[in-house]
């Protein structure tokens, strides 16, 4: 079979600061409507500032808006992805990757990747929104690749080694994911250092409360959004053991390494140490692994897409780590159901109030499935590249053309 070419890229958004249409969600699942669980007194490293302590949409959570990056072959096969990086990101896409992306073969992912990654080093940083819009790109890529081979992404990869994936819910409600027939419910701290201990008492209670509600297995853990220190962390780690808290997450901003191997050295037996959601490249994961953390948990649409994930998820397995990806819904899916150190996977409730199963990225994309009594199997997954398609209905911007 002689592959197609690819032809064109185009890059568009929607939400973030220079949107028309905000606050609906789709990549960018921080850009929500009012009176959302995920907009409400969540602990960060804004909360010390009183006028940001409410909201992180109101110290610019929400800004970048969702990218959706298409690419279209030779043949008119398609192929897209979507991440967080909006109105930016496609300038960078446009006016920057293009060039290493229109003419290659469908299969040259390694060595656009690559190209990407080494020509934006000098306004990169080696991450944030330039690393989001270069893993959507790699995403996009992906898709198209098994669209063109009507083969699903998994199958790319070398083939699923489960027949289904696992999920914990991250929400404001544990408890009724529980009755969903998720493993776990991930909270979000709501208090922090500035808060002082009162602030660790408030958390005790929600996590005894919880534990009431959800019994003495359903499993619990706590989302800190880089919002800690080291005393508090270690603090709240041991605070709250006695109610089977299984991990504690994001507890420093990314580049904090010392502060994770303190943490991982001081959190009572059992309890869990994880991050690396807003880590933006494998060096980062390399080092951060290094710190002997329990999990990894890069952002497919932030670290690099599906091929720094794979490169991610050995670096873990050659120390025994789990890396267990920050909720991405199928671009997740697809590379967790191959990997034999992921034994569960993440589902961020989109919901207002958790209390129902809203796909992730809604409403973007169309056919993303949902976990099903906590489940999702491989069966669903066996549509050609991720098994979705871009909702045309809503309104996207092309800013810049090329
Ligand atoms: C709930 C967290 O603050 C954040 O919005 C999502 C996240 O970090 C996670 O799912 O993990
Ligand atoms: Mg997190």
Not at 37 to 44: C, E, Q
Not at 61 to 83: M, Y
Request: aromatic letters at 10%; one cysteine or more.
């Amino acid at each position: 079979m002689s592959l197609p070419t690819i032809k064109h890229v185009r890059a568009f958004f929607m939400g973030g600061a220079t949107a028309k249409n905000k606050g609906q969600g789709g990549g960018d699942y921080h850009d929500q409507g009012g009176g959302h669980w995920i907009d409400d007194h969540i602990a960060t490293p804004m909360s010390k500032y009183k006028e940001y302590e409410q909201s992180r949409q109101s110290f610019g959570i929400n800004v970048l808006g969702t990218l959706v990056v298409e690419v279209e072959a030779s043949d008119g096969t398609t192929g897209f992805a979507i991440s967080t990086a909006g109105e930016i990101g496609c300038f960078i896409v446009e006016n920057h990757l293009s060039r290493f992306i229109e003419g290659k073969r469908v299969d040259d992912i390694k060595l656009i990747h690559d190209q990407m990654i080494n020509s934006t080093h000098y306004y990169s940083g080696g991450g944030g929104v330039v690393m989001n819009t270069i893993s959507c790109v790699d995403l996009a890529l992906w898709d198209l690749f098994g669209k063109v081979l009507g083969q699903p992404v998994y199958s790319l990869l070398g083939g699923a080694v489960r027949d289904e994936i696992k999920f914990y819910a991250t929400g404001s409600r544990p408890d009724l994911a529980k009755e969903m027939g998720f493993i776990g419910g991930k909270m979000p701290t709501q208090w922090g250092p500035h808060d002082g201990d009162a602030g660790i008492r408030r958390e005790v209670e929600r996590i005894k409360d919880m534990r009431e509600k959800v019994g003495p297995d359903f499993w619990l853990m706590w989302d800190c959004w880089m919002s800690q220190d080291v005393n508090y962390a270690v603090k709240l780690a041991h605070a709250c053991a006695p109610y089977n808290l299984k991990w504690i997450e994001e507890s420093f901003p990314a580049a904090q390494y010392d502060n994770y191997a303190e943490l991982k050295r001081q959190v009572p037996a059992g309890v869990m140490v994880s991050t690396g959601e807003h880590h933006g490249n494998l060096a980062a994961f390399r080092t951060l692994s290094e710190t002997g953390i329990d999990i990894m948990q890069p952002d497919v649409g932030w670290c690099g897409g599906i091929t720094t994930l794979l490169e991610i998820a050995a670096i873990a397995k050659s120390r025994g780590q789990l890396v267990v990806p920050h909720g991405s819904s199928v671009y997740s899916h697809h590379a967790v159901i191959t990997f034999t150190n992921t034994p569960f996977s993440e589902f961020l409730m989109t919901s207002p109030k958790a209390d129902t199963i809203r796909p992730q990225f809604d409403p973007i994309l169309l056919g993303e499935p949902v976990p099903e009594n906590g489940r999702i199997s491989k069966e669903t997954l066996t549509k050609p590249g991720f098994g979705v398609e871009l909702n045309r209905d809503i309104a996207l911007e092309r800013p810049y053309t090329h």
